[in-house]
C-alpha cells in the first residue's frame, strides 16, 4: 500500500492533464531482480484501475546508455576504477577520489576484458567533477559496473548501468516530463541533472525538453511494516503464508483479504501528497475501507462463535423475507431467511451472571432475534462449567411487531437457523502489530500481533450459497466479510474480515 501513493500520484496526474504514464521496470541490477516481482507490479496497477500507457524495461536502453558512458569518459567527465569494491566504497563513503585516477588520462575501455579482469564489480565507470550538495559526502556517481548475472533480455550484457545513471536518461529517452518519487530520492537529484546536463544533444539524447524530478513523502501506516525488507523477513521467516497472506499491507494481501481499489485509490486521495513525512493512522485506512463498503455490501446474518439455544414453544420452522439494506442507503431487496426451532446465536452476547447495563441474553431478560421474534431464556445447560446449550421460548404475537408496542426486549441480536445455516471457516484478520511503531523497543518481529489471525468455525445464512463468489457482506453486529479466493469453495466456505466494524458499535 505505500507503493499505491505514487501508483495513484503518476497515473492520476496522467489522466488528468491528458498526458502518458509509463510502467517501466528497473531491471539494472539482474542479481535482485524476480519476475514474480514484475509480474506482481503490473498487476497491481491494472487492480487498481490504471492501464500503462507502454510497459517497458531499463534494459530497452541498454545499448544507448553504454553509448552515453563513452562519451563521459572521452569528455573526461568520467572514469574506470580498478580498485577492489571493498576499497572502493571506503573511499566514496570518505569523499576521496580513487588512487586509480590514473585512469582519468587514460581510461581504458569499459569492457569486462580490459584491465581488471571481468569478475563481478571489479571494474566501475564514475562520474566526477560533479557539483553536490554537501550533505552528499560521495566522491562521485557510479555510473556503470561489471555484473556476471544472467538478466531476462538475455546473457550478452555483463557492463550495467547504475540506477542513478540509467533513470535519467530513461526519463530523458522516453520524454518524461515529470519524475516524481519519494523524498529519500531528493540528494539523488543532483546526480539526476549531472546526468542530463552532460548529455543532452549527444548520443542520441535531443537537447530539449528535458525532464525534471520532483519528491514527495512516502506513505507510512500505523501498526504495520512497508519495508520490503523487513516484508521479505516476515514471509521468508514463515511469520505469514505469503505476500497474500491478508495480514500483510501489500496490495495483493489486501486484495485477497477483500479490499477494492476503489478503497485504496480513496484512502490515497484523503490521506494527499506533500512533502512533510508522516504517519497514517490505520483507524483511517479501516474507516475509508468501511465507507467504501457500507452501500455495497447487502447485510446477511452469521455467527462466529456460536451458542445452540432450542425453543421450547416452537415446532416446524418458516421463511421470513429479511431486507438486505437498512433504511439509510437508498437501495431495495430482500432475501427468505429461515427459521426454525434451534439457531445459533453469538456466544458473547449471552452472560449468565450479567453486568450492569447489559443489553443482550441472560436470565430474566428478553432480546429480538433479528428479523424475527422476541425471546426468553427458560433453562442453561452447562457442562464442565461451560455453557453448552440454551432453552428459551418465543414470545408470542412478537414477529413483525412494532417495537413501540408489546414486551420490550432489552436488545437485538444476529442469529441463523440451525438447521438451515452453512458452515463456515471465519478468518479474522486485525492487525499485524501490538504497536503502533513495530519498531518500538528495538526488534520489529518482537511485536507482532499473536492474533493477528484468529480462525473460528461458525456459521452463515444460506441465502449466499446463491451469490457470486466476490460479493461483499456485513455481517451484522460483526463486520465486513468476502469469501477466500484461494481456499472458498462450495461446501467449505472460508469467510475472510475485511475489516470490523467502528470499535463499541452495538446493535
Not at 587514460?106 to 584491465?115: I, M, S, T, W
Not at 413483525?400 to 437457523?417: R, Y
Request: hydrophobic share 35%.
Amino acid at each position: 500500500i505505500g507503493h499505491a501513493r505514487s501508483i495513484v500520484l503518476n497515473f492520476g496526474l496522467a489522466l488528468d492533464f491528458g498526458g502518458e504514464c509509463n510502467l517501466r521496470y528497473d531491471d539494472t541490477n539482474p542479481e535482485t531482480e524476480k519476475e514474480e516481482y514484475a509480474r506482481a507490479i503490473e498487476e497491481d496497477v491494472r487492480w487498481l484501475g490504471f492501464s500503462p500507457s507502454r510497459v517497458l524495461y531499463a534494459s530497452d536502453y541498454f545499448d544507448q546508455m553504454y553509448a552515453c558512458a563513452l562519451v563521459l569518459i572521452q569528455e573526461g567527465k568520467a572514469y574506470v576504477d580498478d580498485l577492489p569494491e571493498e576499497e572502493m566504497s571506503a573511499l566514496r563513503a570518505q569523499g576521496k577520489p580513487s588512487p586509480s585516477g590514473a585512469q582519468r588520462g587514460e581510461p581504458g575501455p569499459l569492457h569486462p576484458d580490459g584491465p581488471g579482469g571481468s569478475t563481478t564489480g571489479s571494474r566501475v565507470l564514475e562520474g566526477q567533477d560533479r557539483p553536490r550538495p554537501p550533505q552528499l559526502q560521495t566522491a562521485g556517481p557510479g555510473v556503470c559496473r561489471i555484473v556476471h548475472a544472467p538478466l531476462h533480455a538475455g546473457d550478452r550484457w555483463v557492463v550495467y548501468p547504475m540506477y542513478d545513471y540509467a533513470h535519467p536518461l530513461e526519463d530523458f529517452i522516453e520524454g518524461v516530463s515529470h519524475s516524481l518519487c519519494t523524498l529519500e530520492f531528493e540528494n539523488n537529484r543532483a546526480i539526476y541533472d549531472w546526468v542530463i546536463e552532460n548529455l543532452k544533444g549527444k548520443c542520441g539524447l535531443p537537447l530539449s525538453p528535458r525532464p525534471y524530478q520532483y519528491e514527495f513523502a512516502r506513505l507510512d501506516l500505523s501498526y504495520t511494516v512497508l519495508s520490503k525488507r523487513k516484508l521479505i523477513r516476515l514471509v521468508e521467516g514463515g511469520y505469514v503464508s505469503g505476500w497474500d497472506d491478508p495480514r500483510l499491507p501489500t496490495l495483493r494481501a489486501l486484495r485477497r483479504r477483500g479490499v477494492r481499489p476503489e478503497a485504496i485509490r480513496e484512502f490515497v486521495r484523503r490521506t494527499g501528497i506533500s512533502r512533510n513525512e508522516a504517519r497514517i493512522e490505520m483507524e483511517l485506512f479501516e474507516e475509508v475501507v468501511r465507507d467504501d463498503l457500507n452501500p455495497i455490501a447487502p447485510r446477511v446474518l452469521g455467527v462466529v462463535d456460536p451458542l445452540k439455544v432450542v425453543l421450547t414453544n416452537y415446532e416446524g420452522e418458516e421463511w421470513l423475507q429479511a431486507p438486505y439494506w437498512p433504511r439509510d442507503i437508498a437501495k431495495e431487496g430482500s432475501r427468505p431467511l429461515p427459521f426454525s426451532g434451534e439457531f445459533y446465536m453469538e456466544r458473547s452476547d449471552f452472560r449468565l451472571h450479567p453486568p450492569k447495563g447489559w443489553k443482550r441474553f441472560a436470565p430474566g431478560q428478553r432480546v429480538r432475534l433479528r428479523h424475527a421474534y422476541v425471546v426468553e431464556l427458560e433453562d442453561v445447560v452447562e457442562e464442565g462449567g461451560e455453557v453448552k446449550l440454551l432453552k428459551a421460548r418465543v414470545v408470542p404475537g412478537t414477529l413483525g411487531a412494532n417495537p413501540e408496542e408489546g414486551p420490550k426486549p432489552k436488545g437485538v441480536i444476529h442469529w441463523v437457523s440451525a438447521r438451515h445455516a452453512l458452515p463456515v471457516e471465519y478468518r479474522l484478520y486485525g492487525r499485524l502489530f501490538l504497536t503502533k511503531d513495530p519498531e518500538e523497543g528495538g526488534e520489529f518481529l518482537k511485536n507482532l500481533n499473536p492474533e493477528a489471525l484468529v480462525v473460528k468455525r461458525g456459521f452463515i445464512e444460506p441465502s449466499v450459497a446463491q451469490d457470486p463468489k466476490d460479493t461483499r457482506y456485513q455481517l451484522e453486529r460483526l463486520g465486513y466479510f468476502w469469501q477466500d479466493p484461494v481456499d472458498s469453495r462450495p461446501g467449505a466456505l472460508v469467510m475472510n474480515r475485511i475489516v470490523p466494524l467502528k470499535e463499541g458499535y452495538q446493535a
